[in-house]
């Protein structure tokens, strides 16, 4: 069975603490991406892998950082973290290879910053 | 861009029909559709690819209309289990190192009441 794991699934910091969320995946995949997700707005994409040490922007990068050391893990990083970064994150995977590059996600972190 | 999704929330009773919309201003190469269940990762349902195809999963049906840059998904005699917010992905290119990355609208949330 194909998994998706983020180290948290609840997280409370103060703001202008470092905070790590770590993903890991078990299928081999070449992608991993980080989302928000909030009310209203849907699914956001914050960074994009397409292989270890490759990164792109996503659509709201901005307060945000990434690392892939190894191909299974993708770790967010908020270097600050700020009250409007409160939000749920969403990890997930895809393979290169295929037609669909369905997309496979962890469970979450809810993240609140106080 | 995000892709605009309509409408934003729909309730049914079970048995009756309803239809998601997702319309995109970029040209598109694919849509993809997720369903995530309260509490839970979104979930893959189906993908339509440039040309105009309509797909099936289940109860479930899609079209892509890619001159109009729509997609519709089709949910007849709706379940319980069909609860849920539906995202439509969509992608832009074929090729290059973002062709697995999508770009999700802002979702619907669908309420079936027995």
């Known amino acids: 069975d194909v998994k998706v794991t983020q180290s948290s699934r609840y997280l409370v910091k103060r703001t202008g603490e470092k905070v790590f969320l770590e993903c890991v995946q078990d299928?081999?995949?070449?992608?991993m991406f980080w989302y928000r997700q909030d009310p209203g707005l849907g699914l956001r994409l914050i960074y994009f892998s397409y292989d270890v040490k490759m990164k792109e922007k996503g659509d709201i990068p901005e307060g945000y950082s990434v690392s892939r050391e190894k191909k299974e893990r993708f770790s967010l990083i908020l270097e600050s973290a700020s009250t409007n970064q409160t939000s749920m994150y969403l990890c997930a995977s895809s393979s290169l290879g295929g037609v669909s590059y369905e997309q496979y996600f962890g469970p979450g972190t809810r993240l609140t910053v106080t | 861009q995000q892709p605009v999704q309509s409408p934003q929330a729909v309730i049914l009773r079970e048995g009756e029909d309803a239809v998601i919309n997702c319309s995109s201003s970029k040209a598109l190469y694919s849509v993809h559709w997720y369903r995530q269940k309260h509490g839970e990762a979104p979930v893959f349902l189906m993908i339509l690819l440039k040309g105009g195809e309509q797909k099936g999963h289940d109860k479930i049906s899609a079209s892509f209309n890619e001159k109009k840059q729509q997609s519709s998904l089709y949910l007849t005699a709706s379940q319980l289990s069909y609860s849920g917010t539906y995202f439509c992905?969509?992608?832009?290119?074929?090729?290059?190192?973002?062709?697995?990355?999508?770009?999700f609208g802002q979702g619907t949330i669908l309420t079936v009441h027995p």
């Open positions: 992905g969509t992608r832009a290119n074929a090729g290059g190192t973002s062709y697995g990355k999508l770009t």
């Open positions: 299928m081999d995949h070449e992608n």
